[in-house]
């Protein structure tokens, strides 16, 4: 008998990630999932039990890895020395994950996750929503980030981000060249920044 591959898991979610990213989650079967992947359906309930346990778990597995990979970006070089380094961290942990996980980016926020995300995948979420918000509060405290709410600001940040990557499709941000890539950060900065009086 041959065993079972150790790696069909993330296989399946792969595979899922690309196809809710390609049709979204709403539009995706599990049919689809286990052609794509070439395995049976049967294959897919061994390991996640509904549809919505597998868009759970490729839920999650994505955001947990944006989140891992923000934090990777943050802590690179100690302590940030302001809030403008802080942010091109974050700019940088973006561009990183985009660029590597482009269809997992797309499906992270390109989508309505409403109709099928559980309290675990929620939570993730918000902890992801919670960092951005904390940057953004901590930059208004040392003057260098506008007044308003944190969660519009971060939320006009990311959108602009995600604006540049939907235009870029399909093949990403390797099409922007690094000179491109730099104005577009330097604009969201300056969506942000508190400018200083004329």
Known sequence: MTPRKPDLAQLL????ITLFAE????????????????VGVGSIYRYFPSKEA??????QYAKGALLN???????EGGPAA????????FWT???RYASAHLDAFVFLEHQQHDTFLAPESRELAA???????????????AGAIRDGDARHLIALAVGAFTGLLRQQRPDGLSRLSPQALTQAQDAVWDLLSRKAPA
């Open 54 to 59: 597998l868009g759970n778990a490729a839920f």
């Open 82 to 89: 302001s809030t403008r380094e802080e942010f091109d961290r």
């Open 69 to 75: 990979e923000m934090a990777r970006a943050l802590a």
């Open 93 to 95: 942990g973006l561009t």
């Open 23 to 38: 049709r979204t989650y709403e539009g995706t079967q599990v049919p689809a999932v286990a052609q794509r992947a070439g």
């Open 127 to 141: 902890e992801i929503d919670r960092v951005g918000s904390d940057f953004i509060e901590r930059g208004q405290r």
């Open 13 to 16: 979610l792969d595979t899922a």
